[in-house]
């Protein structure tokens, strides 16, 4: 199901409370991030799209699945921008909508393992469904 | 009855946008006591005040309201015109439509009607204006300098060639302060100590200087060219007079324990120690805290070994009481602490360093004598990272950190990598900036040979974290050019880090009364046109005192705030401050209350015979040194029984702009 409503970068910063502005631009976000290689958007891209407004294309990045949510980007930003809290904003706009829940719960059988611990599953379900 | 003139300024259209200037002109018309009322383009310039002085003698004018800018700005400017066409100068009284006015609000109907109301106020206030006449004060001729690096060093040499006195005090037990620790200046990579030890050597020797190392300012009262210090000088447990500098003594402590300042603390000290060998005085100082003597009463090896006998553990803080004309504030800065920068591994390596400390490792009087080596391990490093802007331009909400640029750290750092480059071609130098910010003559054509000549691998973005794997130091950043993730393993990581304001200025700004800004960095009068003078009259300020700056930048401050100090103690009095305070001496009932709030100390008391109609006999009565009030108010709010008034404020006055608001 597609995207229906249109997210604008004044919602993200109401969601948020992250003002994208005063970042700077510096990279210790990305610097950082310990899952860099598989985010598609890195934190400091990540912040200045949504300072241009991208917001769409934000939405439609796998960086809002693959994000950690480990805190170390909005730990060491210099300028308090927290990139990791505009990510879970994006992220929000998107399970939000209709038809957009990330994590089904149909699909939690096939990943039962006995190595994970069975409170990943449920900060998962948290974090990726309404 | 007064004879009021009003003159509206447009200030071109600083006030005219936003305020109708013939309108406030027209509404004063029909004010009590105007008699004249107009506006003009520039009221300041030559043609304006021409109009104003016009005015006074064809309308016989006994005051003026001017409605222009701040008083801070233009009132000196209107006073003179005022006097020129003979008026006493107090007679004039500014309402601000500038700052309070036309550049707060949009709105050019409420610009007005307040401009028309601050007009008003003003003119109430001038009814009951009277002419005052100033006093004069004497100046002492001796200025006093705080801080004795390059800054002080610098003012102080200007203002004695200049042929005054002047008194350095340093805190430290040598001058020199942070130039003396550098290895290397850049842009010319000319020796530091080459070019500062001759200064020092020059201000030692000067006839006119007084250098009164290990010191601090004690306490300091009196105004503008009537300072009175108290210095202290603190115990140093070694005769300055009968020290010759010898050594000897340093030698053979036998305590080790002590961590050498001087040096970062990167290595150990004796007890009695001199800081480094071109020190000045070149006297030997010994660290209380470590003394075995001083601690124990055991020991004094130091003493028998002293074929000066200086070495005294007798001595005392001392403290000198001296008259001063002008203060100049040199206190310097240190970099901040960098243990706050945990994710770059400070607190777990000690190849981990701040780039004060690798410039102590670089200088060849250095606890390393100079030799590149990792001081975990005393071994030859092959992969050094560079990072920079740690603590600088972090928001003020952000957990560490200055919201400042601290702008010397790009270019010390492209010395470093260049020096490490020219002398260890083997080593690999990288650079994380954010903005490689070098506006300054040959300054980037430095930063440039850097890349181009010598081969240092700049990387556009900030290091994310640096964790200790071994011997080496896993450096994670970002290469925001390539849009990639970087991983280095090296041997050195050195922190370019913030500086800030020494952190005794804090203290010094309340006790001279100087402002400061928010990190503590001294203010300057005017931010573009007074950028050397405090806005307290009679403190200037020299060096980094005031904001982050390199060599050259602080030497011309340093002239510049000489060039102000020998402007002020050239005169031979100093017209004071004419709107001071004045007690009514049948009101005042001799509480002291005004004596304790007095800042300046301008208030004593003195028995009083009155002799009126409602009492006769002997009261104590306030007086107050004409010479010393700087016309704050603090008393007139004070005073229980509202004896106590500003001449040019009084109470009845602003009762009456009050009222003239309210009406």
Redesign the interface.
């Known amino acids: 199901m597609s995207l229906t409503n249109q997210v604008t970068a004044a919602d993200i910063l109401r969601i948020s409370g992250v003002d994208a502005s005063?970042c700077?631009?510096?990279?210790?976000?990305?610097?950082?991030?310990p899952n860099?290689?598989e985010m598609d958007i890195?934190p400091?891209?990540f912040a200045i799209m949504v300072r241009q407004g991208r917001i769409t294309e934000l939405m439609e990045s796998q960086a809002i699945y693959r994000c950690l949510s480990c805190f170390?980007?909005s730990?060491?930003?210099?300028?308090?921008v927290e990139p990791a809290k505009l990510i879970e904003a994006v992220r929000l706009t998107v399970i939000r909508q209709k038809g957009q829940n990330h994590m089904k719960a149909d699909s939690i059988p096939e990943k039962l393992d006995e190595k994970l611990p069975q409170q990943a599953i449920v900060s998962a379900m948290r974090k990726y469904s309404k | 009855m007064q004879k009021i003139g009003v003159f509206v300024c447009w200030c071109g259209s600083n006030i005219a946008a936003t305020v109708d200037v013939k309108a406030v002109a027209e509404a004063l018309k029909s004010e009590a006591g105007v008699v004249f009322s107009t506006d003009y383009q520039y009221m300041c310039s030559e043609n304006g005040q021409a109009m104003i002085r016009q005015a006074i003698r064809e309308h016989g004018l006994t005051g003026i309201v001017v409605c222009s800018c701040s008083p801070r700005m233009h009132e000196a400017t209107f006073r003179k015109t005022a006097v020129s066409a003979g008026l006493n100068p107090y007679m004039v009284e500014i309402a601000n439509i500038r700052e309070q006015c036309s550049w707060i609000h949009k709105d050019m109907a409420e610009g007005t009607e307040k401009a028309i109301v601050l007009a008003r106020a003003a003119v109430a206030k001038l009814h009951k204006n009277a002419p005052l006449t100033a006093g004069t004060s004497p100046v002492t001729k001796r200025a006093l300098v705080i801080g004795g690096g390059i800054a002080g060093i610098q003012t102080a040499l200007d203002v004695a060639d200049a042929g005054f006195e002047v008194d350095i005090v340093e805190k430290a037990p040598t001058i020199g302060g942070r130039m003396a620790q550098l290895d290397k200046t850049f842009p010319t990579l000319d020796c530091s100590a080459c070019i500062l030890t001759p200064k020092m050597v020059e201000a030692a020797q000067h006839e006119k200087i007084n250098i009164i190392s290990y010191a601090e300012l004690d306490s300091l009262s009196g105004f503008v060219g009537n300072f009175t210090a108290t210095i202290r000088k603190k115990a140093r447990y070694i005769d300055e007079d009968k020290c010759t500098g010898c050594g000897v003594c340093t030698e053979k402590c036998p305590s080790r324990k002590g961590l050498d300042d001087f040096n970062m603390k990167l290595n150990k000290r004796g007890a009695v120690y001199i800081p480094f060998a071109q020190a000045i005085p070149n006297v030997a100082v010994i660290d209380p805290e470590q003394c075995l003597k001083l601690r124990t009463g055991k020991c004094g090896l130091c003493q028998k070994v002293c074929s000066a006998k200086a070495v005294n553990f007798e001595q005392k803080d001392e403290l000198i009481e001296r008259q001063y004309g002008a203060i100049v504030v040199a206190t310097g800065f240190k970099p901040i602490d960098a243990s706050a920068f945990n994710e770059y591994a400070y607190n777990d390596s000690p190849d981990v360093v701040t780039s004060l400390e690798f410039e102590r490792i670089m200088n060849a009087a250095g606890p390393t004598k100079g030799q590149l080596v990792r001081p975990s391990d005393r071994e030859h490093p092959h992969e050094i990272v560079f990072i920079q802007c740690v603590g600088s331009r972090c928001t003020e909400d952000a957990e560490k950190g200055k919201p400042y640029c601290s702008k010397i750290c790009c270019m010390y750092t492209a010395k470093h990598a260049m020096l490490v480059r020219e002398k260890y071609p083997d080593v690999n130098v990288h650079v994380f900036y954010i903005d490689a910010r070098t506006p300054g003559k040959n300054f980037d054509e430095f930063y440039r040979r850097a890349v181009e000549q010598y081969g240092v691998d700049y990387i556009k973005g900030m290091v994310g974290k640096v964790s200790v794997e071994g011997k080496k130091l896993h450096v994670q950043g970002s290469d925001l050019l390539n849009g990639e993730q970087v991983h280095i393993n090296a041997d050195m990581v050195v922190l370019a880090t913030a500086i800030e304001p020494d952190p005794t200025a804090r203290a010094l700004g309340t006790m001279l009364t100087a402002s400061m800004d928010t990190n503590d960095f001294f203010t300057e009068a005017h931010p573009k046109l007074r950028p050397v003078e405090s806005p307290t009259a009679g403190v200037f300020l020299s060096g980094v005192a005031q904001g982050p700056k390199d060599i050259p930048e602080t030497v011309a401050q340093a002239g510049a705030a000489a060039a102000k100090v020998i402007g002020l103690l050239c005169k031979n009095e100093l017209t004071c401050n004419a709107c001071v305070a004045h007690a009514n001496e049948a009101a005042c009932n001799g509480c002291s209350q005004c004596e304790r709030v007095c800042p300046y100390g301008a208030i004593s008391y003195e028995e009083r015979e009155i002799r009126s109609p409602e009492f006769r006999g002997v009261r104590r009565i306030a007086v107050v040194n004409e010479a010393v009030c700087q016309g704050c108010g603090a008393c007139t709010v004070t005073c229980p029984s509202a004896a106590m008034d500003l001449k040019g404020f009084t109470n009845s006055q602003i009762m009456s702009e009050v009222d003239a608001i309210c009406r």
Do not use: E, I, L, V
Request: glycine share 8%; with cysteine.
């Open positions: 005063r700077m631009q510096c990279g210790k976000c990305s610097g950082a991030c860099y290689d890195p400091h891209r170390a980007c730990q060491r930003c210099p300028r308090n």
